[in-house]
Each structure stands twice: as structure tokens, then as C-alpha cells.
């Protein structure tokens, strides 16, 4: 049987002041720029597998769909700047 991991992060939002754009395929881009937390990896069992440390904060590139009411990302890739 697969032992069973959990994972417990937080990622803070540091700007989201893009505007949205359409683009010719119908789907939606903006930018954002993300702080990421120390990362805690849990055994199915309660007990710490791996930490991490936190990363620097990121500008990424978000492709979106909007269906029925609902934002639905595509991809969120990173625009230069260290790679995680």
C-alpha cells in the first residue's frame, strides 16, 4: 500500500494589479507576483517526511478560462528569476 503524504504551505500574494487579457483563444492572461512559505511534507502517519525552506517571491504568468461563473487556471508559469 502507498504511504500517504500531506502537504502544509501558505503563499502570500504580493501584487495582483494586472488586468486580465483576452487572448485570441478565448482564454485570459495576468500576472501576479507570489511569496511562497516554508514548506511541511507529513507521513500519513502524523510525522514530518521533509521541510523546506521559504522561496523568493516570484513573478508568474497566469493563463484562465472563465466557465460557468468559475475561473479555471491553465497554466501559471514563471517569468525569469530563480526557477523552483
Not at 47 to 75: G, H, K, M, Q, S
Amino acid at each position: 500500500m502507498a504511504q500517504r503524504r500531506t502537504l502544509a504551505c501558505r503563499r502570500q500574494v504580493l501584487d495582483t494589479r494586472s488586468t486580465f487579457v483576452v487572448t485570441p483563444s478565448g482564454t485570459y492572461q495576468a500576472t501576479t507576483f507570489v511569496k511562497q512559505t516554508a514548506l511541511d511534507y507529513y507521513n500519513g502517519d502524523g510525522t514530518l517526511n521533509e521541510a523546506t525552506t521559504a522561496a523568493p517571491a516570484v513573478a508568474d504568468i497566469l493563463v484562465a478560462r472563465r466557465l460557468n461563473d468559475t475561473w479555471i487556471a491553465l497554466t501559471v508559469e514563471h517569468l525569469g528569476g530563480p526557477q523552483q
